[in-house]
């Protein structure tokens, strides 16, 4: 149990060494968990949209994904 604490002591050590994290990559995480975090949860509901999809009616609406 030890050496498993340790571990995440380290690897809690490396993340912060990037901290804080610059606007850029800050705002590439959002995107990133916004759609994949909404494209797994409806995935899960029996949604059938990809991925992709799911960033266009995000993105632009679902009039624009109608229309594609």
Do not use: W
């Amino acid at each position: 149990m030890k050496e498993m604490l340790d571990k995440i002591d380290r690897l809690q050590q490396e993340i912060n060494k990037h901290r804080p994290l610059d606007e850029p990559m800050l705002s590439q995480f959002k995107a990133y968990y916004r759609i994949g975090l909404t494209y797994s949860s409806n995935a899960l509901e029996g949604n059938s949209l990809t991925e992709t999809e799911t960033k266009v009616v995000l993105e632009d609406g679902l009039q624009s994904a109608v229309n594609r």
